[in-house]
């Protein structure tokens, strides 16, 4: 049967509902959330759930909407901020009984790999784009990287500025940055770390925006040189920390695998 086509359910029937949400309520301040996103961001969720007054999801909030608040605030008032003045109101929602295709239909909309499944104690757990990587890598496929379909890759100067990576992020719609002719990145979390622990939630700058981002600390992506299977790179990926590769001059993230999900050459097993 086409992965496309199978539920959630079938292909994850163990592991599905094993990613609690991870959430922060609404009167919260922003620096609270980024407490938080830093160590779940790329490696666990991604994102928040903001929660009202009765515990219920009224929004998301992630890298992104940090990053655009900065660029619009790039002062130590905005870490005082509560959370519900720059969270994104939509939240989704999927079941077990999604098909992987009507989850990846979703996320195109809301351009956000992350949605929230009720679970049997009456909370919810997440499935993002990293959750799919376990679907990949279990899944039976011809198809070779070379397969993947050729994008632009977005990449950065070193003498590029924090203001002008976030501008690069926010118009590509993209987490991930490659420095030029390397394979070094920077990404949203890389950005919010910095922000939270050197510059102490810009207690120590006025000129955030100024800042040349190769300070930062940038990080390495995986150098792939063969050209191996779709699923052995989802499995390669799924060990990672924060998963990210290169193959020849394609950057591949977890949401390029999701998309190749959707090929009629990607097939459950049995």
Same mark, same amino acid.
């Given at each position: ?14 592991? /599905?509902?094993?990613?609690?949400? %991870? ?6 301040? $922003?620096? @609270?959330? *980024?407490? +938080? ?110 397969? /993947?379909?050729?994008?632009?890759? %977005? ?6 500025? $924090?203001? @002008?990576? *976030?501008? +690069? ?102």
């Amino acid at each position: 049967m086409k992965i496309a086509d199978c539920s959630l359910r079938n292909l994850l029937p163990l592991s /599905l509902l094993a990613s609690p949400a %991870v959430s922060i309520q609404k009167h919260n301040s $922003v620096e @609270e959330a *980024i407490g +938080l996103l830093v160590p779940y961001l790329e490696s666990f969720a991604d994102s928040l759930v903001v929660t009202g007054d009765k515990n219920e999801p009224v929004g998301i909030v992630g890298g992104r909407e940090v990053i655009e608040s900065v660029q619009t605030n790039p002062s130590r008032n905005l870490f005082e901020t509560k959370i519900q003045n720059i969270m994104s109101h939509y939240v989704s929602m999927t079941s077990g009984t999604s098909t992987v295709n009507q989850l990846m239909e979703e996320w195109k909309k809301t351009g956000r790999a992350y949605s929230l499944i009720p679970n049997a104690i009456g909370g919810y757990s997440v499935i993002s784009a990293r959750k799919m990587l376990e679907v990949g890598k279990s899944a039976m496929t011809d198809m070779t990287l070379s397969d /993947l379909p050729k994008k632009k890759t %977005v990449t950065f100067k070193t003498d590029s500025t $924090v203001n @002008e990576i *976030i501008n +690069l992020m926010l118009k590509h719609h993209t987490r991930r940055l490659l420095l030029e002719n390397t394979n070094q990145f920077v990404s949203d979390r890389i950005i919010l770390e910095k922000i939270a622990t050197d510059l102490n939630y810009l207690r120590n700058t006025n000129s955030v925006l100024d800042l040349p981002i190769i300070g930062f600390g940038l990080e390495y992506a995986k150098i792939i040189s063969k050209d191996i299977k779709v699923n052995e790179l989802a499995s390669i990926m799924y060990g990672m920390a924060h998963p990210y590769a290169v193959f020849r001059d394609n950057a591949i993230s977890p949401w390029d695998i999701c998309l190749a999900l959707l090929s009629d050459r990607f097939e459950e097993y049995g």
